[in-house]
């Protein structure tokens, strides 16, 4: 089955600077990879996701990468603000609900003010 | 009601126990999911079910099973609960199998003593 490898566990940066989470998958018949925010006590809310057929997308402050030959995608947060303070989960999917998100182990973010 | 629901918020339960964690969604989903979420593991699925009527196994299906008697509903149940199931546990939808974008429940804490 698919494997996801997240990194790093855990991320400090400075308000104002930016963040950059990545994961590398294993299986190449994966072809969706959202990317998922959690705060303390709440439920994984999607805050970005790219298909194979696309190498990056962006969303204001949020970007995400895939580079389909490595297996690997990133996301890229610029201009953090403290409200990006949270727990970021990758996730890989070979398409269709049947086999559900395969996740990477989180990476937890902070931002110092 | 809006989006998904989960119920209890939270349980303790003693160990050989029967226990039901309810989720119920408004969105017309047809697949729905069920995840843990352990420290230093992530979520991972334990069942899934693609429209009503069906279910599949996830990556942890031990312990636990699920019935989909309709659209809205995806009980879980531990037919004798054991320490290692203490874990919160989120439910998820997505509209078909083939759109991948899943949405979350705000999660079940359970401890099994």
């Known amino acids: 089955g698919e494997n996801v490898e997240q990194h790093p566990s855990t991320l400090s940066v400075q308000e104002g600077d930016s963040a950059v989470i990545k994961c590398t998958y294993s299986d190449s018949a994966s072809n969706y990879f959202p990317w998922y925010k959690q705060e303390l006590g709440k439920g994984p809310q999607l805050i970005i996701d790219i298909r194979s057929n696309v190498g990056e997308k962006k969303d204001q402050r949020i970007a995400v990468t895939l580079n389909k030959t490595a297996k690997h995608f990133s996301l890229h947060i610029t201009e953090t603000q403290p409200e990006d303070s949270a727990v970021y989960f990758c996730?890989?999917?070979?398409?269709?609900?049947?086999?559900?998100?395969?996740f990477g182990k989180g990476t937890h973010l902070i931002i110092q003010p | 009601i809006a989006g998904i629901t989960q119920a209890p918020t939270s349980q303790i339960l003693a160990a050989g126990r029967r226990m039901t964690l309810r989720c119920t969604q408004d969105m017309r989903h047809n697949a729905m999911y069920w995840y843990r979420q352990d420290l230093g593991l992530g979520l991972r699925l334990i069942h899934y079910?693609?429209?009503?009527?069906?279910?599949g196994k996830g990556e942890v299906p031990d312990g636990y099973s699920v019935s989909r008697a309709n659209t809205d509903d995806f009980p879980l149940t531990l037919a004798s609960a054991v320490p290692s199931q203490t874990s919160v546990y989120f439910c998820?939808?997505?509209?078909?199998?083939?759109?991948?974008?899943?949405?979350f429940g705000p999660g079940t804490r359970l401890t099994v003593l």
């Open positions: 996730a890989a999917s070979m398409g269709g609900g049947a086999d559900g998100l395969t």
């Open positions: 079910s693609n429209t009503a009527g069906t279910t």
């Open positions: 998820a939808s997505s509209l078909t199998t083939r759109e991948n974008e899943q949405f």
